[in-house]
Every structure is written in C-alpha cells, then in structure tokens.
C-alpha cells in the first residue's frame, strides 16, 4: 500500500485514553499513558490507532460533549503530550487517528454559551433553536438517543433547542454556512498538527429537517437497537427527520475537499441510521465522500454465520467502489467475548473472532482489550458512570462495562493501570488476563493475536482481494478471497462443537500455516472443523 492509501485493510487499534494507563496518579488514564504503552500497541502489528475524544470537555459524556475543539482537557495533559504522541507513534510507524464530534458540542461550548443569550448575538442561528406549540410544548416528537424529549427550554430565548444525546449535548445548525465553515476549520487544526485522520463520530445526526416534521411511529416488531436497547422509546419511531438528511453529502463533501489538501489523511465515518448499509455505501461512493465508514451491524447479539454473511454481502453489493471498514466491539457495546461467547468464550474463539474480522474484506477497528479477550465487566448500580446506563437501568447497565481499565499487570496494585483507585472498577477475572501473564505464555491470545495480525501483512490476497462467500451450513462461515489469480478459501467454525463442510467442489491447493491459529482438518474432501477453528487453503 501506498502512503495515500495505507488505509485500505489496515487494522486500525481503537485508544478510550480514559482507560488505558494512568500515569498522574488521577485514576484516568491520559495523552502520557498513551504515549508509554506505543511500543506495547506497535508489537501488536497493528497500521493506526483511534484515539476516542481527549478534548476540554465537563465530561457529561466522557469526552463526547466538546467545550473547546483546539484544546486537551487538563485530565488528560497537554497540547504537548499530544506533539509528542504524534511523534513517537509516527516513528513506530503507526498513524493517528483522532474523534471528531461535529453534530454537537457541550453546552459549556463559548458557541452555546453565547446563542443561548438572545435570539440576535452573532451565534444565535449556531444551534437548533425552534419555538414551542402554542401549548407550550416541544416543536415536534423527536426523541433523544439517551432518553426522553430532544428538546430543552431555554428561558432566555423563550424558545427550545434540540439535542440528539443529553441535554448538555445541543445540536449545531450545520444549515448555517458560517457553522460549516467553522467546524471545517477545526478540523484543519488538527490536520496542521499532523494527524493522520478522523473518526467521525455520529456523522449522520450534522443535518436536521428545517420544517421540524414529527418521526413516524415505528411498528413494535420493527423496533431493534443499533447503539441503544429496544426497551428505549427512541427505538419507538423511524428517525427520517433528525438523522440523515440530504444535505449531509454535501457537507462530507465539502470535508473531503479539505482532506485531499493533506495527502495521506482519511476520514472514517461512524453511520447510525435506519439503514445503516444503505447509508455506509452513498457516503463512501465515489473518490470525493469519506474514504471509510463503519456500523453497528456487526456490532449486534446475532452471531449466526448467516448474519455475518447477510451483513457483508448486502454492504457489497451497495457499496460499489466505496471500502467498508468493520468492527465487532467498540467502547458503546458490550464486549465482544461476552456478547458473542454467551459464557462459552475461551482462547481459541478470541483468537478465531479476531482472524474472522481481520480476513473479511475492508478496514479493521479494533478495540483495546480484544487482544486479551477481555469479557464485560460486572459494573453495579452505585459504581456506574454512564448517564445512558444511569437512565436505562437495569433493563440496560450502560456503557461502562466495556470501558474499564486495561489489566497490565496481574500482581500489582489496580493492576499496573493506576496507583490509585480507578475512575471505573476493575474486575477480578481481568487480572488473570492481565498483559504480563500473557506476555510470557506463548499460546496466550495476545500472541495469538500479534502472530496472526503479522502473518496477514504477508498475504495481500486477505488485505486487498475481493470476497465472495461460500454456501454453508451453521455455524460454518466460509468465503474466498480474490487477488489476481490468487484464490484463498477461508473458513471458521462460529460454533463450540465438531462440524464438517464437504469441499468436493472446490480444488485446493496448498494449505496455508503459520497463522497460529486452531486449524481443522482435511480427508477425503471433507474439512473436520473442531471447536472454534479455521482454515486458510489456495485455491488452483
């Protein structure tokens, strides 16, 4: 791969700074922990990493509520400490990405802080502002994502003001051409101080409907989750009017323009909508719209073979000369051993799940911890920090059970994370998964996960070749992947029991090793698949 486009299949390690090393005695974790575990993250053979927000924030939503883009948030360091990230992980060779929150700031933005005075101060048409009915009433029934009504009452304006997440959270008007340009120009600092691009957080909620028209209801057996639980009202409509509107295209766009002025960068959009596929394939099409963008499909409880291939398949055969970027864990879903394992996970299923991901066709997030294959942790109501879990509980515990801190070190103290009690609790079955104890163990996951992720930069076929699935039964998941004349078949077993899948119809060749991974076995024409194993073969 080129250096304009070393994003194409690359693995891309996923940073929730507040969590992976504190080293201020805090409790959380910051820009220096980062800066210290660089050398860990690059023997992990990973390309980049993605660093969740670090910006000044009252932290309603841990980062994700933004009160000064050009600035870190003293939790977590300096402008400094982030120079020095860039240039140390730059010399490991390893790209920088970085969140960006466009659809809305905190309430403690200077922005907010001034259209919130009058409806005639210079930033007055920065927000979403609407007068109510005349009953006194919200403008429409728009629901926010975290709970209740999307609209809050401002006194000083006599009028209300939507917010997709929490109330602290207000919407920017992106309708306003002085608000885009403005974002744009946050982002451009960023590219000035060298990064090398953006995750785009909520990329679908910038734009909203300017007549305010109410969502249609959604009917009960169309009511799924994709980032919140179906016990939530939001879960209750069609979102047509608050989310993915039109004129988002033209805004990415327009962001695409500025990126392309800084050869090397990428911009990797986080797509939640009705259809999420859909929209994943028109805001990649073509060479002037994001270079990636990625979903909460695979971000689900079904785990089925089937499932995996429905969700491939139909971004495939959408998504045109856009490239999919895949995830099956990040720091809003539950953990991917437990969601997926269902108390069955083990050793040779992490490292089957990480080599699924990896061999499908596409970029790759990964989430810090995956390599260990660290479960949920059990959170209590009292220890939540989550606004989200705090409103849904118990039906939904939150957030926080992905997120606590990396177990470094099994013996120590808060295990090695922190000299203190840390800001989220860490549980007791991560300490035997800590870093340490599976660093000296050759067949632990860790490795298993370094030794796969090495092997697969020496097969091209898996990083940059076509996919086109195999007939199978469950739980087998089975495709070939196409460069040129090569072919590789690939196959897992999902599943924790013996199967077979007949190949009679396929000619292999040779059978590739050195991936370390649980391998089934070949007779007759007949691939004996064990528990949570797999199989890479060229195909004549």
Not at 109 to 116: I, P, Y
Not at 254 to 262: A, P, T
Not at 509 to 518: A, D, P, V
């Amino acid at each position: 791969m080129s250096e304009l486009t070393w994003w194409r299949g690359a693995v891309i390690y996923q940073i929730y700074p507040r969590s992976l090393l504190d080293t201020n005695g805090d409790g959380v974790g910051d820009l220096r922990g980062i800066i210290t575990k660089l050398d860990y993250i690059a023997s992990l053979n990973v390309d980049a990493i993605w660093i969740s927000p670090f910006f000044k924030s009252p932290m309603a939503d841990f980062g994700y509520d933004i009160s000064d883009y050009r600035e870190v948030d003293p939790l977590f360091g300096t402008m400094h400490d982030f120079d020095e990230l860039i240039e140390k992980a730059h010399g490991l060779g390893i790209k920088v990405i970085i969140d960006q929150v466009l659809s809305h700031t905190s309430d403690q933005h200077a922005w907010f802080v001034e259209s919130r005075e009058s409806r005639t101060n210079p930033k007055a048409d920065w927000y979403v502002w609407a007068d109510p009915k005349e009953d006194g009433t919200a403008p429409n029934n728009w629901l926010a994502i975290f709970g209740g009504c999307a609209w809050e009452w401002e006194p000083r304006r006599q009028q209300y003001y939507l917010h997709n997440f929490l109330r602290s959270q207000p919407d920017i008007n992106f309708h306003n051409p002085d608000v885009r340009q403005a974002v744009l120009d946050n982002v451009e600092f960023w590219l000035k101080k060298g990064v090398d691009g953006f995750r785009l957080d909520a990329i679908t909620f910038c734009y909203h409907d300017e007549q305010l028209r109410d969502n249609p209801a959604k009917p009960k057996d169309k009511r799924q989750g994709r980032g919140f639980s179906e016990d939530n009202p939001y879960a209750y409509q069609y979102h047509y009017y608050n989310n993915d509107r039109p004129q988002t295209i033209a805004f990415i766009e327009d962001l695409r323009k500025l990126i392309n002025r800084y050869p090397g960068a990428v911009t990797l959009g986080e797509v939640s909508a009705e259809d999420s596929l859909a929209v994943m394939a028109a805001y990649t099409k073509g060479e002037d719209r994001l270079h990636m963008a990625y979903s909460f499909e695979l971000l689900t409880d079904d785990y089925s073979a089937a499932y995996i291939r429905q969700t491939v398949e139909a971004l495939e055969a959408s998504i045109g000369d856009g490239w999919p970027c895949w995830a099956i864990g990040n720091h809003d879903v539950q953990r991917v051993a437990s969601r997926w394992g269902q108390g069955k996970q083990n050793s040779d299923m992490v490292k089957m799940l990480n080599a699924m991901l990896s061999s499908l066709r596409g970029s790759v997030c990964s989430y810090q911890g995956e390599e260990l294959g660290l479960t949920e942790a059990p959170i209590e109501y009292h220890e939540l920090q989550d606004p989200f879990g705090k409103t849904f509980w118990p039906m939904f515990k939150g957030r926080d059970g992905c997120r606590t801190p990396m177990p470094w070190q099994q013996g120590a103290d808060f295990s090695g994370f922190s000299e203190v009690s840390p800001w989220l609790p860490i549980a007791p079955a991560h300490q035997a998964l800590a870093v340490d104890v599976q660093e000296s163990d050759a067949d632990s996951m860790l490795n298993g996960y370094r030794r796969f992720l090495a092997w697969r930069k020496l097969h091209p076929v898996l990083i940059e070749g076509d996919i086109q699935f195999v007939d199978t039964n469950e739980p087998i998941l089975a495709f070939i992947r196409t460069l040129g004349e090569l072919k590789i078949f690939v196959g897992f077993n999902l599943g924790g029991t013996n199967v077979e899948l007949d190949l009679s119809q396929l000619e292999l060749g040779e059978i590739l090793t050195g991936h370390g991974l649980k391998t089934a076995q070949i007779e007759h024409n007949q691939l004996k698949f064990s528990a949570f194993t797999s199989f890479y073969a060229v195909l004549n």
